[in-house]
Each structure stands twice: as C-alpha cells, then as structure tokens.
C-alpha cells in the first residue's frame, strides 16, 4: 500500500504516518517528491484496509499498489530516481557512461584504460576483481589486489568505480573500495546477496539474469529496495535465446517496457549484450536510442590479449569514436553526457 500526504503535510504528520505503520508490525519507506511526500508499505500478507491511513492528519490518500514489485514501481514513485554517487549522477538527463576492462589484470591496463575512457567523456571505470568464469580453469579475477588498483585508477582520474560483488563474504571488502557494486547477471537471483546487498551503503547495478523476465527482475531489484538501500539501477546485458551467432540477444524491449514500470535507472550493457566488438557501438547507440540512462561497455588496450571479454571489448580508440556518436544520439533524445 502506498500512502499520499497531502503537499503541505507537516513533518509530525508523516511521523504519525509512519509510526502507525510500525505499530501493525509493517516497514514504512518515505518516498519524498516534488509535489508530495508519499509512504510505500511493505510487510503485509494480505491487504490492508486505507481507512486506517485515510483517517490520519495530513493524509491525501492510501492506495493498493497493483504490481507485485511495489517499491521500485512508478505507481509508488512517479519520479524517475536519480543515484547520487558521490557528486556523480546516475539516472537523470546526463547519461551514465561506465567503461573499462572486463577484468582488472594488471596495474598498466587498469590505468591506461582508466585514462582513456576519462579522456573520452566516462564518469565510471568499470572493472572486475571478482570474476564469474564458466569454467573454473578461467582466470578469476585479481581478487583485492584488483580492487586495489580500482581504486589507484579512481585516484588518478576521479572516475568512480563500478565493480561486481559475487557473494555475501566478500561484500563487505568490495563495499570498501567500490562507488558502486555490480550485481551480475549470474547472481541476480541469489536471495541471501540480495538481502545483503539490501543493507550496503553503496548503490547497485542488477544486471538481468540471463533467462530472467523483466518482472523477476524487477523483484530482484525489489529485494534490494525493500531492505533498505534505495540506490539501485538496472543493466540490461542480454539474454539467452535460440540465436548463437551473438553471444546474447540484447533484449532492447526491456528499456522502454521498463522506464514504463519503475523509477529506477536503466542501464543497457552493448558488450556483453551482443559479444561481437564490431557489433558493440551498433548496440550501445541503439540502447541510447531506446531511452536507456547510460551505457556499461568493456574497453580493453590490448583485446587481443585481454584475459577475459577480448572478444567484445573495444579499443580506447573505438570507444572515443563510439562516444562522439553517442554524443550526437543523446542530443537527439533530449539527454547529455
Ligand atoms: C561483466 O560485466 O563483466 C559480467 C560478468 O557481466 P554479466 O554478469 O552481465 O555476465
Ligand atoms: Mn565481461
């Protein structure tokens, strides 16, 4: 249920609200607006009855939220969200732009590319320390010492950090060195990560399962939300489908359907999406196109002897070439960069 203060409701108003709330036994979650101040309700089995919010001073209204994923719903919150991460935005009209190696490998790589993709209009160095290999005998990532030239690369050109965290132990060590942590497509529906995650102090990107829909999804990103940590944002990156001369199908659906249903920002990964670096700016330029908020591609110095992702990462120079394209695609659909 969702409760609507009036637009003049006063701060003793909205705290009878949300103490009604806890005395049921249920969690309130404040959702300030530009007009009005609104209360998501989460915790009940069944219905609630609007009469015992209704009744209250200050109250405009109570309403039942009809989707199943409540929080992250625009029914709740009109509003597109814009993640403040660190005095960098994520959502809103400037679009995210996060590139980087697929893995962190070496304190050369890291800074060349941190460099260049700086140098190119990003405002996030995207990298992995962690890495989920489908086969064990794959490298797995440097581990801290990865996330220690991360951070290096962030002292150097103040990108922020976007890094994956692939389980709950290592949360806590990835949340000291990230800006932001990636939730991969592989660990979208690990609950018990979700309910930590729920609990961080950073924002976090939900990337789509492979074989997700967009409403377990949603429900994934929900899990976060309702535990806490309102700074959530969605990455499409493709899902598997019957075609295999891509890696993945880019589902490109996903982003309209999705600024539709919820307020959070929506990320389109071209990279991972399609898998072919000749095909990656194709895709990332259509997922500009299509609305998304920013754009999470892999940007390699070297591909060729990249130690995972080769395959679709661009070079430094493709990507400067990618962004001055994006430029002019993002002026055409009323964004920035
Ligand atoms: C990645 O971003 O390098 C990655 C592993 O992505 P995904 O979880 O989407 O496969
Ligand atoms: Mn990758």
Redesign the pocket.
Known sequence: MLVVMKPHATPEQVEAVVERIRTLGLTPHPIPGTQRIAIGITGNQGGLEPDLFTTLPGVADALRVSQPFKLVSREVKEEDTIIDVGGTSLGGRELAIMAGP??VESREQVLETAHAVKRAGARFL?G?AY??RTSPYDFQGLAEEGLKLLALAREQTGLKIVT?VMDVETLPMVADYADVL?L????MQNFSLLKQLGLARRPVIV?RG?SATIKEWLMAAEYVVSRGNYRVAL?E?GIRTFENMTRNTLDLNAVPVLKALTHLPVLV?P??GIGLRAHVAAMARAGVAAGADGI?V?VHPHPEGAL??GAQSLTPPEFEALMREVRGIAQAVGRSI
Do not use: I, M, T, V
């Not at 991969?184 to 660990?187: K, M």
């Open positions: 697929c893995s995207r992995g890495k989920p994956e990636q991969g497509a592989r660990n990337k492979p990455c990156r990964d990279s991972h999470l892999e995972s992702d």
